[in-house]
């Protein structure tokens, strides 16, 4: 069996298993588009210019590939493409392996899977963990909606936002998700150049968020909410809201987590539907701790009388000094 990262003698290889819908197991976060078959050549040709890597395993007429990419401001790597051919699954362990092996040598700690129920049923036998399940909703073909006036309190987003919309995450997300996810803020800093946004804010605190991208995609467009639990009721607004002022001939499209059943029951209700359920999957990686350097501390002598013995021997004693002048003073 050889198991290593790919060069560029691979790349029929790859692009064959890259084309091969059945072989997919994880095909990334980039529904309905899916993950560049271009990129994962462009790894074959150019391993050092692109972000990421890519690793082959081999087995007389039987192939697997697994694609990763580090997480932007996390600890912690992603894949985006894991496939393995007709009765190639005795190879994902060592090519899984390999991966684990490379990002322990790098301090990485966590590998992230986002795959479908075929995909989980391939990964949960190698100890990945279902961390979260999603769903991904798309709206209707017509962007018709209810003329619902937005929320009282609502405004664009501006850039000082980033700081209390990542509070308004951090608080509706489950503290075991948020550990191994590790929320940053800096991620809500960069999504103010890519989507348009609307936050609602009561007594100083951001309650609410929508955002909507700012290009089409196969003739559909992102959208993301966050909503305080409590605050579900401006769900149904901020949404018909978005699907008002629509790109025409163009669908929202939508992940939502399972937690958030407020923000779930929103778009239902404004007719999306539930076209793909996945999970994220998560398997860490045993990182061993690099052995500090224990250096000997030399004392350093500190100065005293007794270092210069010399002056003891050239000054009298002091008896003998009090015997002289007694002497001096008698005669």
Request: with cysteine.
């Amino acid at each position: 069996m050889d198991v290593r990262q790919v060069r560029p003698m691979d790349a029929p290889l790859v692009l064959s298993l890259a084309l091969d819908e059945s072989a997919h197991l994880v095909k990334g976060e980039n529904w309905p588009e899916p993950h560049p078959i271009f990129r994962t050549l462009s790894r074959s040709f150019f391993p050092v210019a692109l972000g990421g890597k890519t690793w082959i395993a081999r087995d007389n007429c039987h192939a697997a590939i697994l694609e990763a990419q580090p997480r932007r401001y996390v600890i912690g790597w992603d894949i985006v493409r894991l496939s393995a051919g007709h009765e190639s699954g005795m190879l994902l362990e060592p090519l899984i392996g390999a991966a684990l092996e490379y990002l322990q040598s790098r301090g990485v700690p966590r590998l992230f899977a986002r795959c479908g129920e075929h995909g989980r049923e391939a990964l949960e036998p190698l100890e990945f963990q279902p961390l979260a399940h999603e769903l991904v909703l798309v709206g209707p073909e017509s962007s018709a909606s209810t003329d619902t006036p937005l929320p009282p309190n609502t405004r664009y987003r501006m850039p000082q936002d980033a700081w209390p919309l990542h509070q308004l995450e951090m608080e509706t997300t489950p503290p075991l998700i948020r550990q191994f996810e590790g929320l940053n803020s800096q991620d809500w800093s960069q999504r103010s150049h890519k989507m348009s946004e609307l936050v609602v804010e009561i007594d100083g605190r951001i309650v609410a968020w929508i955002g909507r991208g700012t290009r089409e995609r196969h003739g559909f467009v992102q959208v993301g909410m966050l909503l305080r639990p409590e605050c579900d009721s401006l769900g149904h607004d901020l949404v018909h809201y978005m699907m008002r002022t629509a790109l025409p001939d163009c669908r929202l499209v939508v992940r939502v987590r399972e937690y958030h059943d407020a923000i779930l029951r929103a778009f239902i209700d404004a007719g999306f539907t539930v076209v793909r359920e996945e999970t994220l999957m998560l398997k860490h990686a045993a990182v061993e701790r690099v052995p500090s350097a224990k250096t000997r501390l030399r004392a350093v002598g500190v100065p005293c009388v007794q270092a210069f013995p010399f002056l003891l021997r050239v000054a009298p004693p002091l008896a003998k000094v009090g015997t002289n002048l007694q002497k001096e003073q008698q005669t």
